[in-house]
């Protein structure tokens, strides 16, 4: 149902030309990374201000307008799609880092702020906000969805990076959650209820995030292998023996072959590890001996050392567009992507599974991991309009996000739930589905905060 007039009329009234039904400008915002796919939004606002966005938000829940926060575009389950029609909340004008407390090791940014931007800001105070999911992310939508990425191993996630938030929720009240103390134990955990809520409790107006000291001494290597199991097995034991890493990821046979064809590179197409230490000169270079003598044992073979921050920095770059890249070994393709996250102790056995099932069903499927932190996607590439491919990759999918739940692992370990990965919430939180659905209820009890998503409906 479109946006009633009276709600379109205040709207236009409040934002001026930062108010739009225009289709042009309404179909840029029903894009999506993935295959998922959504009519366009009834309308789209750009608001500037804390005020704006609870003003946008009192007529909203006045008319019964359904609201979806809007970041950058980049997340992969649909979390942006307004599925249901409405209003869809670009956050973007709101990109302001409003305070860097170096002494406290913490920064204050408003929420379309990105990771690249404020990392650009903490430049010359020897701090670095660490979070890195690859694509130049909103601080917002990271928070949304409870990102993490590459650093995760060693920084964590946003779970672990999120000090305080300022939050407008659906009946325009502004409401701000946590401390710039290190610890508090008053209260509920609000801070983190909304970390990784999608847009379906409130819209995130502003952050207070914990930053990190810049390393002294920074190494990056690929090294390969002769089969996938063997670089999963190094991934596994060089977790279990305390080798503190800050990336180790993973990439297969199909991803090195996506990378030499987009970079020019010549690794051998097989599986290899991406790693990276981080720490003092001595450290690192004792981490990283370590690390060669514990790969050899599994078979690794050619280390490439990136010795300068320009190696380094061309080496992430190439992982961070390991999507694009993979897109292209299938010309016109899209892709069903994958995310869950297992134990540790089940991460060979998961991958090797995963892989199997990808050839058995006969699909191209590259894959990538965060794994050190058990986490790992399939990227599999599927032609528009193919819905026996489409089939058939959603049941790889669905297959391996059962088989980690059967190893108490997680559904996704970093993309989020959205549409993607809707029908498989009950399997994984069973009773627990009706808390949640009852704190839906209580904080948009007319269900018009990025309706559809993240919790299925219940009675």
């Known amino acids: 149902m479109p946006i009633p007039a009276p709600a379109a009329q205040a709207l236009a009234a409040l934002l001026g030309a930062r108010f739009s039904q225009?289709?042009?400008?309404?179909?840029?915002?029903?894009?999506?990374?993935?295959?998922?796919?959504?009519a366009p939004p009834d309308a789209v606002a750009w608001p500037e201000t804390t005020a704006e966005v609870a003003a946008v938000m009192t007529i909203c829940h006045?008319?019964?307008?359904?609201?979806?926060?809007?970041?950058?575009?980049t997340s992969l389950e649909a979390q942006a799609l307004a599925t249901q029609g409405g209003l869809v909340l670009d956050m973007m004008r709101m990109d302001?880092?409003?305070?860097?407390?170096?002494?406290?090791?913490?920064?204050?940014?408003?929420?379309?702020?990105?990771?690249?931007?404020?990392?650009?800001?903490?430049?010359?105070?020897?701090?670095?906000?660490?979070?890195?999911?690859?694509?130049?992310?909103?601080?917002?939508?990271?928070?949304?969805?409870?990102?993490?990425?590459?650093?995760?191993?060693?920084?964590g996630t946003m779970r672990d990076n999120v000090l305080a938030l300022e939050v407008v929720l659906a009946d325009g009240r502004v409401i701000r959650t946590g401390t710039r103390a290190a610890k508090s134990s008053a209260g509920y955990d609000l801070t983190g209820l909304f970390v990784g809520s999608e847009g379906t409790l409130g819209i995130i107006t502003e952050l207070t995030l914990r930053l990190r000291g810049q390393p002294e001494e920074v190494a990056a290597a690929v090294c390969g292998f002769a089969t996938l199991e063997q670089a999963v097995e190094c991934v596994t034991a060089t977790i279990q023996s305390g080798i503190p890493m800050a990336r180790i990821e993973f990439i297969d046979a199909d991803v090195v072959r996506a990378f030499n064809a987009a970079t020019g590179t010549a690794m051998h197409e097989g599986p290899h590890l991406m790693v990276e230490f981080h720490g003092a000169p001595a450290s690192v270079a004792g981490d990283a001996q370590a690390f060669g003598a514990l790969a050899q044992e599994f078979g690794g073979t050619g280390f490439d050392w990136a010795t300068t921050p320009e190696a380094r920095a061309a080496l992430w770059k190439m992982r961070h567009n390991a999507y694009r890249s993979c897109l292209a070994l299938r010309p016109g393709a899209t892709a069903v992507v994958t995310d869950v996250c297992v134990p540790m102790s089940h991460l060979p056995a998961a991958v090797a599974e995963a892989a199997a099932d990808i050839?058995?069903?006969?699909?191209?499927?590259?894959?990538?991991?965060?794994?050190?932190?058990?986490?790992?996607?399939?990227?599999?590439?599927?032609?528009?309009?193919?819905?026996?491919?489409?089939?058939?990759?959603?049941?790889?999918?669905?297959?391996?996000a059962e088989r980690a739940l059967a190893v108490g692992g997680t559904?996704?370990?970093?993309?989020?739930?959205?549409?993607?990965?809707?029908?498989?919430?009950?399997a994984q939180h069973g009773e627990a589905i009706s808390v949640m659905a009852a704190i839906k209820r209580a904080l948009d009890p007319d269900n018009i905060m990025n309706p559809g998503?993240?919790?299925?409906q219940t009675n």
């Not at 225009?22 to 959504?38: C, G, V």
């Not at 998503?453 to 299925?456: A, E």
Request: a neutral charge.
């Open 411 to 426: 559904i996704t370990g970093e993309h989020g739930v959205g549409i993607g990965k809707l029908p498989l919430m009950r």
């Open 359 to 400: 050839r058995a069903e006969g699909l191209l499927g590259p894959m990538v991991g965060h794994v050190g932190d058990g986490n790992f996607h399939a990227q599999i590439l599927v032609m528009p309009g193919d819905a026996a491919e489409l089939a058939a990759a959603k049941r790889v999918a669905t297959r391996m």
């Open 453 to 456: 998503k993240l919790v299925p």
């Open 22 to 38: 225009n289709p042009a400008e309404r179909d840029l915002h029903s894009q999506s990374e993935s295959y998922h796919r959504a």
């Open 96 to 155: 302001r880092v409003l305070e860097i407390r170096a002494e406290d090791m913490q920064a204050s940014v408003q929420p379309g702020c990105t990771r690249e931007a404020l990392n650009l800001e903490l430049r010359a105070t020897g701090l670095f906000f660490p979070v890195d999911p690859g694509a130049n992310a909103s601080l917002g939508g990271m928070a949304s969805t409870r990102a993490s990425g590459t650093t995760a191993v060693r920084y």
């Open 62 to 73: 006045a008319h019964g307008v359904p609201v979806i926060g809007w970041g950058t575009g």
